[in-house]
């Protein structure tokens, strides 16, 4: 059984104790697969070291995450621009809009997303979309800019139906599900009656937003098991199937890995 963590901060302090042992849990469960979205400018490092150390298993994932947009985005952009052209990327993340924590640079924001949508499309790789209060936003610059090179994932899908209803419309894009599926008050469940599973890819963002039963605690990759677990029963298939086509999906966003 092959699991895919499509979207993990391995490299974050949290991690720093137990990286090693955390890993092999992971690869224990059949979560073989992990990718890394960046931050910032300040968490390269970490993050590339992290995928040296384990390059069996964790894979990177460049961009400027929207809160860390501020007065500093241009230097900052060009200098995540230069690690382009140094070593694989597979794709670019994460980006996006938060209008959720602090809407200071919201204008800044939609610049530093749009610019990397474009290079997305420059560089052919896919884009992985943090949207937080802000999928109309997202939304709006993603289809004005969308052509038949680009696609990615709309990370931590937890939006109604009819907004599900907009990405499958995208045809070149997925929905991450994590652990908020899991909850017991989360209307996902329900949503996902109406999202065919060929739309659907697997992540835990890590260290945050821990699946049950671990709520509340760490999150780490080897618990994307039971998001898998969860979707079995919404789908009526097994783990292992889960496993077989979420991957497949993965796959056809970040090509063979
Ligand atoms: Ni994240």
Redesign the pocket.
């Known amino acids: 059984m092959q699991l895919t963590d499509t979207?993990t901060?391995l490299f974050a302090e949290e991690f720093d104790a137990d990286m090693a042992e955390m890993i092999q849990r992971a690869i224990d469960k059949g979560v073989t697969k992990c990718f890394l979205?960046n931050i910032d400018v300040s968490t390269i490092t970490a993050m590339l070291k992290t995928c040296d150390e384990f390059p069996e298993n964790c894979l990177p994932l460049l961009g400027l995450h929207p809160c860390s947009v501020d007065a500093s985005y241009e230097q900052q952009l060009a200098e995540i621009k230069t690690w382009f052209g140094k070593r694989k990327f597979y794709g670019i993340g994460?980006i996006g809009i938060d209008l959720f924590h602090d809407i200071t640079f919201a204008e800044q924001q939609k610049k530093v997303f749009r610019t990397q949508v474009e290079w997305a499309k420059e560089m052919n790789l896919p884009i992985i979309i943090?949207s937080r209060n802000s999928f109309n936003e997202v939304m709006e610059i993603v289809m004005e800019l969308h052509d038949e090179r680009l696609k990615g994932i709309f990370?931590?899908f937890t939006g109604t139906a009819e907004e599900a209803k907009k990405v499958i419309e995208l045809k070149t894009f997925k929905m991450g599900i994590g652990g908020v599926v899991t909850y017991k008050n989360s209307t996902l469940p329900q949503v996902l009656k109406e999202v065919p599973l060929s739309y659907i890819v697997l992540e835990t963002?890590s260290p945050y937003l821990t699946p049950v039963p671990y709520r509340g605690k760490r999150n780490e990759s080897s618990y994307v098991w039971y998001v898998a677990e969860k979707l079995s029963e919404i789908y009526r298939l097994s783990i292992e199937k889960i496993a077989e086509l979420t991957t497949q999906n993965a796959m056809e966003i970040f090509g063979q890995f």
Do not use: A, S
Request: negative net charge.
């Open positions: 979207h901060h979205p994460e943090h990370h931590c963002d």
